[in-house]
C-alpha cells in the first residue's frame, strides 16, 4: 500500500509543452505540498493546501497551477515548459494539527525538458 | 522567518567511522526538529525526530539532541555503513510550514 503516490514517475517533453503531475495520498491527512528538487537537492517548497485550501504559495512563476480536487489529490500543471523547469518534482502530505507530525513523501516525478 | 542551516557536504567517510552532521536552526515559537534521508532515486523519509528542547530523537543508531540553548540538532552515529549512503536533509516544522536545510550528501565507502 503506497502511502503518497505520483505519476508519472518520468516525464520528458518539448519546450513550451503544457504538463500535469498527480499525487494521491492514502493516509487520511489533511494538508498536501509540492516540492521542487534541484539537481543539488535543494529542496524548495511550491504549494501547500490545507482541506483543498490554498495556504502556502511560493515565489513561482504563474505557469504553475495547483488544483486539490479533494484532501487525498494534489495535481499540479505546468504551462508553457521551460527549459529551467527540469527538476524532480516531490508531493508530500502530513496532518497539520500538531507540529511534531512529520511529512510524507511521494516518489518523485523526473521532469526534464528538452 | 525560520531557518535551518546545515553543513555542505559532500562528506566522504570510511565504513564504521563515526558521523557528525551539524544542524542549527532560527524560528519564533516552539518549532519541532526533524531529520529526513534520502536514498538515491527515492523519495525523503522521516528518519528521526524531537519536539522539545532536550529531546532525543534515534532511529537505525542515527541521534539527534534538540538543543534550545545552541539552536541546534546535529545528527550523529557511531559506526556508518555503506547502505548509510544517502542526502540528509535537517528540518524544522513551525506552524504552517516546514523549512528544509540544503541537504548533506553522505558517501560510505569500503
Known amino acids: 500500500d503506497t502511502a503518497v503516490s505520483q505519476t508519472p514517475k518520468y516525464l520528458v517533453t518539448q519546450m513550451g509543452n503544457d504538463k500535469s503531475i498527480k499525487c494521491e495520498q492514502n493516509?487520511?491527512?489533511?494538508?498536501m505540498y509540492w516540492y521542487k528538487q534541484d539537481s543539488k537537492k535543494f529542496l524548495k517548497i511550491m504549494f501547500s493546501y490545507n482541506n483543498k485550501e490554498l495556504i502556502i504559495n511560493e515565489t513561482v512563476p504563474n505557469r504553475f497551477s495547483p488544483k486539490s480536487p479533494d484532501k487525498a489529490h494534489l495535481n499540479l500543471h505546468i504551462n508553457s515548459l521551460e527549459l529551467g523547469d527540469s527538476a524532480v518534482y516531490f508531493c508530500?502530505?502530513?496532518?497539520?494539527?500538531?507540529?511534531?507530525?512529520?511529512?510524507?513523501f511521494g516518489p518523485g516525478t523526473r521532469l526534464t525538458v528538452l | 522567518g525560520d531557518s535551518v542551516t546545515q553543513m555542505e557536504g559532500p562528506v566522504t567517510l570510511s565504513e564504521e567511522a563515526f558521523l557528525t552532521i551539524n544542524c542549527t536552526y532560527t524560528a519564533t515559537g516552539y518549532p519541532s526538529l526533524f531529520w529526513y534521508v534520502q536514498y538515491p532515486g527515492e523519495g525523503l523519509q522521516l528518519l528521526l525526530k524531537?519536539?522539545?528542547?532536550?529531546d532525543k530523537g534515534s532511529n537505525k543508531g542515527f541521534e539527534a539532541t534538540y538543543r534550545k540553548e545552541t539552536t541546534s540538532f546535529h545528527l550523529e552515529k557511531g559506526s556508518v555503513q555503506v547502505s548509510d549512503s544517502a542526502v540528509y536533509f535537517c528540518?524544522?516544522?513551525?506552524?504552517?510550514?516546514?523549512?528544509f536545510g540544503i541537504g548533506t550528501k553522505l558517501q560510505v565507502i569500503p
Open positions: 524531537a519536539t522539545k528542547a532536550d
Open positions: 528540518a524544522l516544522r513551525g506552524y504552517q510550514k516546514v523549512t
Open positions: 508530500a502530505s502530513s496532518q497539520m494539527d500538531q507540529t511534531y507530525n512529520e511529512q510524507f
Open positions: 493516509l487520511g491527512h489533511d494538508t
